[in-house]
């Protein structure tokens, strides 16, 4: 579904998302509210992204967001006021969750605002994003957990690893010429691109 917000006192104004037409959202996804989608991007079954609490939420071109997804935010207003430790600033503009272009969100991922993931970072199954900023060229394997933390360009996150201190996130390992996921995420941006094309083709027969 694709839908607008309710009001409430964290959030005054009613929006609607914002889908660019090369974009595709599967109908037994949700899209809610203050959402902004650019183009080429499949929003796969079962995915959420509420922007009906944290907002404004942004994913940028050809990104992905999997099956189970979710993306949503802690509030960002309070009786019409910002909640600016809830706001991440990128560019000039303040995002509740803020999802560059070429990122891969895999399967049953959580990005949970305030939070930013820059471009072409993969974000594994089962990962957990949360008041945590993620650079450039990143991995995230598979069942990881990011609290609070920064995470700079071109790093990989091992399979299963906590990491709630800057000092764990600044000693985080660096992808190499031999690190074996480095290419992964352009595949799977290929094929989710791929996916949504299709998928629009076809509703349009």
């Known amino acids: 579904m694709i839908g607008k917000n309710v009001t409430s006192d964290f959030s005054a104004r009613v929006s609607e998302p914002v889908i660019d037409p090369s974009s595709y959202v599967h109908p037994l996804a949700a899209v809610i509210g203050n959402v902004l989608l650019g183009k080429n991007i499949m929003v796969a079954p079962t995915a959420s992204v509420r922007g009906d609490e944290g907002q404004p939420i942004y994913v940028g071109d050809d990104s992905n967001v999997q099956d189970g997804v979710v993306i949503h935010a802690l509030e960002t207003e309070v009786d019409g006021k910002p909640v600016e430790k809830n706001l991440y600033e990128v560019s000039g503009k303040k995002y509740a969750v803020y999802v560059g272009s070429r990122v891969s969100l895999a399967h049953q991922a959580q990005i949970h605002g305030p939070a930013v993931v820059m471009d072409d970072t ?49 000693m985080l390992p660096s992808i190499t010429p031999d690190y074996p996921l480095k290419d992964m995420n352009k595949g799977v941006v290929h094929v989710n691109k791929a996916l949504a094309k299709g998928y629009l083709a076809t509703e349009k027969k």
């Open 122 to 170: 993969f974000v594994g199954m089962k990962v957990l994003v949360f008041k945590s900023f993620v650079g450039r060229n990143c991995v995230i394997e598979p069942a990881v957990v990011l609290m609070g933390v920064n995470v700079a360009d071109g790093r990989y996150v091992p399979v299963g690893s906590v990491i709630k201190t800057q000092l764990e996130a600044d």
